[in-house]
């Protein structure tokens, strides 16, 4: 079975300072990894995903994650943080199977202060 | 880019009442449509995998009678809550993924608030 851990439910971060959220994934063959962000009562908008190729993903909003296979990791990353990444963040896995369903991490709140 | 639509946004029913939610794709069709629902602060949770002209697959603990889901075209499914309760207050969002051999994406509607009385 497919799962992702965010082992944070918080981050804080100044703004101006890099951040880090971090997500771990265990499934059965090659993944389909995403990050995904949301604010409060709203659906979730699409930040960057791991196919294939290249490990480093570069999204939206200067968001980037790295696919590391040894480490089964796949952290969201920033170089400089804004007021306005402060969010609900959730890493997902899919298989690479068409048609199937994402599993969600259970999402990482992110503070950043000014 | 691709667009999911949810309707209503948001909804107050009172108990014992049903509810239906639509989830459009409007510019691509979608053969294979995914209902979650959120409760606050947490998780999203897949409660079923909605197949256009077949019936729904639904995750384990979820009560197919009480959640009907219908797929009925390449463009809409719909998600209804049968006799609702407070304890079926939630966060409701639908994705979609086009209809495409591979296809790695998945779009997710802004999502509807029911609110049960």
């Known amino acids: 079975a497919q799962s992702v851990a965010q082992p944070e439910d918080q981050v804080n971060v100044a703004e101006g300072n890099p951040l880090t959220v971090k997500c771990t994934y265990s499934v059965s063959g090659n993944p389909y990894l995403f990050w995904y962000v949301q604010y409060p009562n709203r659906g979730l908008q699409f930040l960057l995903k791991?196919?294939?190729?290249?490990?480093l993903v570069k999204g939206s909003y200067g968001f980037e994650a790295e696919f590391n296979k040894s480490q089964t990791s796949f952290h969201l990353k920033k170089p400089s943080a804004l007021v306005s990444d402060s969010a609900l963040y959730f890493c997902a896995v899919r298989d690479t199977q068409a048609g199937t369903a994402l599993i969600f991490g259970k999402g990482t709140t992110l503070s950043v202060s000014s | 880019g691709a667009v999911v639509s949810q309707h209503p946004s948001r909804v107050i029913c009172k108990s014992g009442t049903s509810v239906k939610i639509e989830c459009r794709s409007l510019d691509f069709q979608a053969t294979t449509m995914f209902w979650y629902r959120q409760f606050p602060k947490q998780s999203l949770m897949l409660m079923a995998t909605?197949?256009?002209?077949?019936?729904?697959?639904?995750e384990q603990g979820v009560e197919k009678d009480k959640f009907l889901i219908n797929h009925a075209s390449l463009t809409l499914s719909t998600l209804t809550v049968t006799s609702a309760h407070p304890e079926d207050s939630s966060f409701y969002i639908c994705s979609a993924s086009p209809w495409s051999v591979g296809s790695s994406e998945q779009y997710f509607g802004p999502g509807t608030r029911l609110t049960v009385t």
């Open positions: 791991y196919i294939t190729g290249d490990n």
């Open positions: 909605s197949n256009e002209g077949s019936k729904a697959t639904y």
